[in-house]
């Protein structure tokens, strides 16, 4: 997998093409259609990943397998943890040790910064990723219900791993 920051306009226009379809396609089994539609638009449409790149301190790494788009992982520092707040790939690409490429990267630069862990939040009824990240090390320290607005609430798990 080759990484890269995302920078350029057009790679952010394909990386919020790419967040739609991996999260219309995979959180299906979790939330509602109109849960998706309303997140995709609020936090992973172009304008709203433009703005968490210009205002918010966000970086993406985007994850390209024979040159083409596959995954991603978003990160911002706060305090001093960095806060992991994507990480996606396409379905065609699971199972590959592609995410574990993007978490490395997410964990360098956490360690550049001289952060002292990563966290994130998970879905508590995404049984897979919570998976996954207990068995990267990352630990629950924390659930926490967010509402999002429009009617919507986050049910989720502080995940956390210390480095």
């Given at each position: 997998?080759?990484?890269?920051?995302c920078?350029?306009?057009?790679?952010?226009?394909?990386?919020?093409?790419?967040?739609?379809?991996?999260?219309?396609?995979?959180?299906?089994?979790?939330?509602?259609?109109?849960?998706i539609?309303?997140?995709?638009?609020k936090?992973?449409?172009?304008?709203?990943?433009?703005?968490?790149?210009?205002?918010?301190?966000?970086?993406?790494?985007?994850?390209?397998?024979?040159?083409?788009?596959v995954?991603?992982?978003?990160?911002?520092?706060?305090?001093?943890?960095?806060?992991?707040?994507?990480?996606?790939?396409?379905?065609?690409?699971?199972?590959?040790?592609?995410?574990?490429?993007?978490?490395?990267?997410?964990?360098e630069?956490?360690?550049?910064?001289?952060?002292?862990?990563?966290?994130?939040?998970?879905?508590?009824?995404?049984?897979?990723?919570?998976?996954?990240?207990?068995?990267?090390?990352f630990?629950?320290?924390?659930?926490v219900?967010t509402?999002?607005?429009?009617?919507?609430?986050?049910?989720?798990?502080?995940?956390?791993?210390?480095l």
């Amino acid at each position: 997998m080759e990484i890269k920051v995302c920078e350029t306009e057009e790679q952010v226009r394909s990386l919020a093409e790419l967040a739609s379809e991996i999260w219309h396609e995979y959180f299906v089994s979790i939330i509602s259609k109109e849960q998706i539609d309303y997140m995709v638009e609020k936090f992973q449409s172009y304008e709203a990943l433009k703005k968490a790149i210009a205002e918010e301190h966000y970086t993406y790494f985007l994850g390209y397998d024979e040159g083409q788009l596959v995954g991603f992982c978003g990160v911002k520092p706060d305090g001093n943890r960095l806060f992991l707040s994507k990480l996606y790939l396409h379905e065609k690409s699971r199972g590959k040790g592609l995410s574990s490429i993007l978490l490395r990267k997410a964990i360098e630069f956490a360690e550049k910064l001289d952060k002292k862990a990563i966290y994130l939040t998970c879905n508590k009824y995404n049984r897979n990723s919570l998976d996954i990240y207990k068995a990267k090390g990352f630990a629950a320290i924390d659930s926490v219900k967010t509402d999002i607005g429009n009617g919507f609430i986050m049910d989720d798990y502080i995940m956390q791993l210390d480095l």
